[in-house]
């Protein structure tokens, strides 16, 4: 019985501190060149989902987006496509043109893992959540 205490123990303090988030510096907005546009992937925190970390891709950007981080992808502007895929997969299709867009990445639970989805969010509610979020960092 000890020995099975001491084990949960340590495994429960692992997992605290996997499922930590990012730490970093605070939103800013990433300048770009006029020709292209800013995806701004961000992840609000959230502790059920926080040792998931799938790729994230758009255009040939790939970032893993951890808990209350964010990944800013510089993409030029006309069709865009951005995805993520773990045993399921969620895509966004676009066409961008040259400013800001806002994309929320989110997990809902299936049946042993949790499950991405993109959701494109418009800029007056992305901002009060992706002020809460840190650059995620390569």
């Not at 499922?19 to 502790?47: L, M, W």
């Not at 799938?54 to 951005?82: L, M, S």
């Amino acid at each position: 019985m000890k020995q099975f205490c001491w084990l949960t123990l340590v495994f429960c303090s692992a997992l605290s501190i996997a499922g930590c988030a990012v730490q970093g510096p605070p939103f800013e907005k990433t300048s770009s060149p006029p020709t292209d546009a800013v995806v701004y992937v961000y992840r609000p925190y959230h502790y059920g989902s926080s040792l998931l970390r799938p790729a994230v891709t758009c255009g040939d950007d790939t970032a893993r987006i951890g808990p209350g981080g964010y990944h800013a992808f510089v993409v030029p502007v006309g069709h865009v496509v951005c995805n993520v895929q773990t045993d399921t997969a969620d895509a966004v299709e676009f066409d961008a043109e040259p400013h800001a867009y806002y994309i929320r990445e989110e997990f809902v639970w299936g049946l042993m893992t949790g499950h991405p989805h993109l959701n494109p969010i418009d800029i007056d509610n992305a901002q009060s959540e992706i002020q809460k979020c840190c650059v995620q960092s390569p």
